[in-house]
């Protein structure tokens, strides 16, 4: 009685067994499985191929924009402890004891300020403001990094190259102070969403240096303050995206008249926001004419010259290449393909969706990189869900067709 029992459970392992094959492996659809897997996978590459040709489109890239700002919304805010901004307000350039509404801005008074800095112990200082004084003393402590901005293009110098201009009024020939070129490129609608490490530079420093490159602004504040991270930077002059942990109230302020009546208590040379930090000083009076919009809210410069070390810090992301993108979209085609082989009807519609949904916004957010990639893998993703669907619709009307034939044989 015993043997008819054992063999009773044998047939239901083994059935068991098959049907879950069947579940991950089906062998019998209604269509041809890698005939199917092979004609779609064409389709994906050809609406992959469309996606990449128009991504510098103008409307494809405002819409890349719009998903890009929409990442630096939800990106985590933390600047850190490391940076410390020092602004002169619009009271500052009134006060009469400072800078009484001049311009060009005292170079005595911005001499006591940078001293006063240097006396609390920062690791470097960078300043951006616009003075001219060639006799400028530099803290023997303390490093100092000046920003240069650069000559507006013209018929003449529209190449690569950019030409710096001057900073202290010191000519080029003379030993010159550290320095980097503080420029921000501007996307189509006035937005900082870039920056750029290195810039090819020609004209008279050029010229007199030797040099054909010269950090940016930036960089070179974030070689001083951290010598081992920059090494592998070199000669990267294309652009890279500027992660934005925060917006201008996330980090550390003081102003000017706030340091110079700080530096003459009691502590100053210990205080924290202050003593070994990057400290920039820069102008925030409206006459400066230094502020920019960001994904995250309008910045002065010197505020934006901080976004980008604190991006640095956290790691430059380059836009993702062409033929990484792709190669993204083609893996994701794949596994659209095969929910779509696998599901029927609206199964398989909903669980392609759940799968575009849930790679849009995790890879996205989590990558954070690629402007080519952010608009053109949903492009991609939709077309092959429309095209999928449409194949759907024509196989059932093929069925249909051939059930009503049948039914009339």
Not at 144 to 168: H, K, M, Q, T, Y
Not at 299 to 324: D, H, K, N, P
Request: proline share 7%; glycine share 8%; hydrophobic share 45%.
């Amino acid at each position: 009685m015993s043997a008819p029992h054992r063999s009773s459970w044998r047939p239901k392992i083994a059935a068991g067994w098959r049907r879950t094959l069947e579940l991950l492996f089906p062998a019998r659809l209604a269509r041809p499985g890698w005939g199917y897997a092979f004609r779609e996978m064409l389709w994906a590459l050809v609406i992959t191929t469309v996606a990449l040709s128009i991504e510098h489109w103008p409307v494809v890239r405002s819409l890349e924009l719009i998903g890009l700002d929409a990442i630096e919304i939800l990106i985590p805010k933390s600047l850190g402890d490391e940076i410390t901004v020092v602004q002169i307000t619009d009271a500052d350039f009134a006060d009469p004891k400072l800078f009484a509404g001049h311009r060009p801005l005292d170079p005595r008074v911005v001499q006591t300020l940078v001293d006063k800095l240097a006396s609390a112990h920062p690791k470097v200082i960078g300043v951006d403001l616009d003075i001219v004084d060639p006799d400028f003393r530099q803290p023997s402590d303390v490093p100092v990094v000046w920003s240069r901005d650069i000559e507006p293009p013209n018929e003449s110098n529209r190449g690569e190259a950019v030409i710096p201009r001057p900073i202290l009024g010191l000519d080029p020939h003379r030993p010159q102070p550290p320095s980097g070129i503080c420029v921000l490129p501007l996307d189509r609608d006035g937005v900082v969403r870039r920056y750029v490490r290195h810039f090819e530079i020609a004209g008279p420093l050029a010229d007199a240096t030797g040099h054909d490159h010269m950090d940016s602004f930036a960089w070179k504040l974030y070689g001083a303050y951290r010598p081992e991270a920059v090494h592998d930077g070199a000669h990267m002059n294309h652009s890279l995206i500027l992660r934005y942990r925060g917006d201008r109230y996330d980090v550390d302020h003081l102003n000017a008249g706030e340091v110079m009546r700080l530096a003459d208590l009691t502590g100053w040379t210990d205080n924290p926001l202050i003593k070994g930090r990057i400290v920039l000083l820069g102008g925030a009076f409206a006459d400066a004419r230094d502020e920019y919009q960001t994904p995250v809210g309008r910045m002065t410069g010197v505020e934006l010259t901080a976004q980008v070390i604190r991006s640095e810090m956290s790691g430059g992301v380059e836009e993702l290449a062409l033929y990484i993108s792709g190669a993204i979209d083609l893996i994701a085609a794949a596994i659209l393909v095969y929910l779509s082989w696998r599901f029927e009807g609206v199964a398989s519609f909903l669980a392609s969706i759940v799968v575009i949904g849930a790679a849009f916004v995790g890879v996205s957010y989590l990558v954070f990189c690629g402007l080519a990639y952010w608009f053109n893998f949903p492009l991609v993703m939709f077309g092959i869900l429309l095209h999928l669907q449409i194949e759907h619709l024509r196989e059932r009307r093929h069925h249909a067709l051939a059930a009503h034939r049948t039914s009339h044989h």
